[in-house]
């Protein structure tokens, strides 16, 4: 069993392991839960996404208007989503509009891509990256952490 924030209300909906979440629809509002690309978030929705997005990682896009490389990549991330989703639900951080937010996540440099996974932060990387590299980036750093929790077990 998954669990997913739906982005227009916020409901947290599980998903059965047997049907495509991609289909689903949001159990409180009716709409749904992917669209194949990432959801502006603010600081109390990302909050929301990292403890109520449950067997499925998320991946933050930290952002600012003003810096030209992060609107460089803003397609690139975009049509990630299409290619990550449901697996990663992708969201975007604006920093100008929520400064806070961007310093605890200890962000400096952006634009800035944190990937979490049952809540906790397993990868994090800064710079202008195409969609092919933020798809293989995300994959890579998902199997890494999934071999660091079966050798903790
Ligand atoms: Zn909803």
Not at 21 to 27: F, I, S, V
Not at 47 to 52: E, I, N, P
Request: charge should be positive.
């Amino acid at each position: 069993m998954r669990q997913f924030v739906c982005p227009h209300c916020g409901a947290a909906n599980r998903a059965p392991d047997e049907k495509d979440p991609r289909e689903a629809k949001c159990g409180r509002c009716a709409k749904v839960l992917f669209a194949a690309q990432p959801i502006e978030v603010d600081a109390s929705e990302l909050r929301r996404h990292r403890a109520s997005t449950k067997g499925a990682a998320v991946l933050v896009d930290v952002w600012a208007p003003w810096c030209g490389p992060c609107r460089a990549m803003a397609p690139q991330f975009s049509a990630a989503a299409g290619k990550l989703e449901p697996d990663v639900r992708l969201l975007k951080l604006n920093s100008e509009a929520e400064p806070q937010a961007a310093s605890e996540l200890g962000v400096s440099g952006i634009p800035a891509l944190l990937l979490f996974k049952d809540g906790q932060a397993v990868a994090r990387t800064a710079g202008l990256m195409s969609t092919d590299q933020i798809v293989a980036w995300t994959r890579q750093a998902l199997a890494q952490a999934q071999a660091k929790a079966k050798m903790g077990d």
